[in-house]
């Protein structure tokens, strides 16, 4: 097995984490495979750069220098979102990803690739904050506002800024093996690692922009409160307003519906509490405003693939850790 090359596209303003963190891993992965890792910066120019905490990166290579790659991501950014895309970044990336094994972004990179025609009909992710942007931006992409990383076929992409180490870990994983993967999380001291139904950061995806706005009372309400039984009327009554007005201006403001926001919280209070406690499940439920463990098991598998007791084994944190 020979060394994996990997390409790191960096640019102005580029978000440093998403840079170093994969870096890391696969830095890492050198100290305990013979056939590991080489990394490459990878810009428009081989000139300094800053990134957006103002650090000074120097790029490996120009893109007219850089040919083939195993591997290919574009690290994201804070100004990704609204940029115009750079021309001979896209033109780039279309010759690299048609030559590479795999090819994706960590946070909003996922705005690069979608200006390079590269998520068109694929499963994406990004930054919980930008998601609905890049749903806007890219319609013909199908966006998970909630997943860690995701993989479709040779299209990798993860969420924000330290994802990007979940995404290294499991490429790293995938070659050569969760035994690997392990010691290079514990290593750098992270989780090892997010996966499955663990999200980035529900129910606050939805957070209204305005904080008295009726809207964020209402999620206010509802959090305050999980464990209660929740109709559009009650919520509606809570704020003062119509239930027919309430559901308006709650998906103008949000994009979701005041009943899939309560399925949200719920989730998030449970995720929490199966993270943070050895409480039974039925307690959890209870307390969570899903009534029975039963009912509880069914929102998670469907909505989050995994039951609450899998989640549980899989994402308990240690007392004090």
Known sequence: MAKQTVAIVVHEGVQALDVAGPVDVFAEANLHVAEGYETHLVAARAEPLRASNGMCLVPDLPYERADRFDVVLVAGGP?????????????????????????????????????????????????????RALAARFPKAVVDPDAIYVRDERLVTSAGV????????????????????????KRLVVVAQRQGGQSQFSPYLAAPADPASPAARIQDHVRARIGERHTLES?????????????????????ITPHEFVVRARIDAARMMLEGSDRPLKTVAYECG?????????????RLGIAPADYRARFRRPPNG
């Open 79 to 131: 100004a990704l979102p609204d940029a115009t895309p750079d021309p001979h970044t896209v033109e780039w990336l279309q010759r690299a990803s048609s030559r590479a094994d795999l090819y994706g972004s960590i946070c909003t990179g996922a705005f690069v690739l979608g200006h390079a025609g590269l998520i068109d009909g694929r499963r994406v992710t990004t930054h919980w904050q930008n998601a």
């Open 162 to 185: 330290t994802a990007g180490i979940d995404l290294a870990l499991a490429l790293v994983g995938q070659r050569h093996g969760a035994d690997v993967a392990l010691k290079i999380a």
């Open 235 to 255: 919520l509606a009554r809570a704020v003062g307003m119509s239930a027919r007005n309430l559901a308006r201006h709650f998906v103008e403001e949000t994009g």
């Open 290 to 302: 899903f009534g029975t463990a039963d009912r509880m098991r069914i929102v998670f598998s469907d």
